[in-house]
């Protein structure tokens, strides 16, 4: 017992030698100075446009410190690779667009990137009220059609919160389902 004792505390030594020669290992990365993660932050920014804390959280992952983290963030707006604004209205329709977004999720979406209220206001001005409508009526058509097997308010309740889930309103998606199916009356 002694013997398998002694061999198990050379290995665990032996292995905390290694894991504290190794930081790549550990998860920590080496710091950078400021101009290898100035030339970081530019392509990270030049790639596609990024919010603050995006871009913050990049920073410090790369192992800077906050004082220069704030530093690289005003060269990067001063230079216009940052700017909320723009990413807010490019986000907002690029959402809308592509993923068939609503203004409930893209609006929870903009404020955990820790944008402001009044950013998220702008952006929600890029969706026009015509293409939201449409966009919804032609979702809510679409699912509607995909459960035709189904009985009428299984159908009802599983567009629901279908279009729910993508992020539209609760009287909206009330008024699409409305209108796509006219009750008999009796």
Known sequence: M??????????????????????????????L?????????????????????????????LGLFRKDVEALIARLIEEDLLNEER?????????????????????????????????????????????YTASLQKLAAAKWEALKQEQYITRQAKTRAYLLQKGFEAPAVQQAIAALSPRKKI
């Open 2 to 31: 002694g013997m398998v004792r002694g061999i198990l505390d050379e290995v665990i030594k032996d292995r905390a030698f290694l894991l504290s020669c190794n930081t790549k290992s550990m998860g920590k990365t080496p710091y």
């Open 33 to 61: 100075s400021p101009e290898q993660a100035w030339s970081r932050a530019r392509q990270f920014c030049s790639y596609r446009e990024r919010c603050h804390s995006e871009v913050r959280e990049k920073l410090y992952a």
């Open 87 to 131: 990413f807010a209205r490019l986000f907002a329709g690029r959402h809308f667009r592509q993923k068939k977004w609503g203004r409930v999720k893209i609006v929870h979406a903009l404020r955990q990137k820790k944008l402001s209220e009044t950013l998220i206001r702008l952006a929600l001005k890029e969706i026009e009220a015509t293409d």
